[in-house]
């Protein structure tokens, strides 16, 4: 049994003895313990995203000009990645023979790398 199903079993226990204060103190502790279970939950959520934070960031490596992850040959931006802490893939937008480069661009900052090393 969960605590809020504990705190309802005993909030109906104490309505059918009639005491009504003690009926109210009870189903005002039932909500503070709903309130509680949601923030418990929220910050459960936001613990795993920065567990997975942390692990990405120690798996990135820089290798100029682009930050890569440990298996991962789609690099990542790093305007994006050393500015808000987001690592978001680059989208290679091919290679231009005429200027002997690969165009990589990130779709949320907008912004082109032009890159004339290996092709990704």
Known sequence: MSI??????????VKKLG???????????EGE??????TNHALQIEVDELKKKVLLNKSLSFNAPFYYSEGDATPYCPKCWESEGKAVHLVNEG??????????????????????????
């Open 33 to 38: 313990i709903i309130d509680l279970s949601r």
């Open 95 to 120: 290679y231009h023979s005429d200027l002997n480069q690969t165009a990589f661009g990130c779709v949320p900052c907008k912004h082109t790398y032009w890159y004339n090393g290996r092709h990704a």
């Open 4 to 13: 809020i199903s504990n705190a309802k079993e005993v909030a109906e226990l």
């Open 19 to 29: 005491d009504i204060e003690l009926y109210r103190k009870i189903v005002e502790l």
